[in-house]
């Protein structure tokens, strides 16, 4: 994940020092790199749709099927818009050799990738990664398979009006979610929550939940928020450490 507007803070994160870890979706590396410089022992950024998927040709035919009004064929990303040679990762790249770093990366889809191939480490990152799978409970599955000690999982959620107590997944199939075809689900804390412990993790301590609450209640009438009152769901970024 690297939207400067969704990031995670240092604080949020857990401690790297002395400690091996995985970084799933590292994209253009910061969190790869932000890992090595805090003193992790060794760093493993994984990575291949956002390194070899040619984005923009992708964003071309995605506006296409939003001016008519279809779904896009997901099929192409890996068919059509592929590209060997890596275009996405030039940053990541970039900023190895400069800092001159040691992390390693490993071009392959963790939803398919042998998990043995990879082993197991101290602290797993999975940031910005959860809403864009098709399958989010098998997925953290595999990510407890790789967790030692720690998975800090940061995704988009959702807060809905009388959610309170019941565990909910908002399903997008179109571009509803930032005009982006690619996000799927998105849970309210408690479904994260759930989700979690469901894949097999023992522990999930949340490091950010719902942001205060910007709407109000009126007797007898249903709960609207302010700022956008046609919208039924508050959509966030949430933050838990899912503990082994």
Same mark, same amino acid.
């Given at each position: ?17 002395g400690r ?16 090595? !410089? ?27 099927c939003r ?51 990879? $082993? ?53 199939? $179109? ?24 894949? $097999? ?27 956008? !009152? ?15």
């Open positions: 994940m690297s939207d400067p507007d969704n990031a995670v803070t240092v604080e949020q994160l857990t401690p790297f020092a091996s870890v995985l970084d799933i979706g590292a994209w253009d590396g910061y969190y790869s790199f932000l890992a090595e !410089r805090l003193g992790a022992s060794r760093v493993v950024a994984l990575d291949h749709y956002s390194w070899g998927v040619d984005i923009p040709a992708r964003d071309q035919y995605w506006a296409q001016r008519d009004g279809s779904l896009p064929d997901h099929a192409r990303d890996m068919d059509d818009f592929w590209h060997a040679d890596l275009p996405g990762r030039r940053g990541f790249d970039l900023a190895s050799e400069a800092l001159e770093s040691h992390v390693e990366s490993i071009v392959a889809d963790f939803t398919t990738v042998e998990l043995a191939s990879l $082993g197991t480490f101290d602290v797993v990152l999975y940031l910005g990664v959860l809403y864009h799978m098709k399958e989010p409970l098998a997925c953290l599955e595999r990510v407890r398979a790789v967790t030692r000690e720690v998975a800090v999982i940061e995704t988009a959620a959702v807060r809905a009006p009388s959610d309170a107590g019941h565990s909910l997944l908002v399903f997008s199939a $179109g571009s509803e979610h930032n005009c982006d075809f690619g996000n799927w689900y998105l849970p309210n804390i408690n479904a994260l929550r759930a989700l979690v412990l469901a894949a $097999g993790f023992s522990r999930c301590e949340v490091a950010q939940g719902p942001p205060p609450a910007r709407s109000r209640w009126k007797p007898g009438r249903v709960w609207t928020r302010l700022l956008d !009152r046609a919208r039924p769901v508050e959509e966030y970024r949430a933050i838990v450490h899912a503990y082994p």
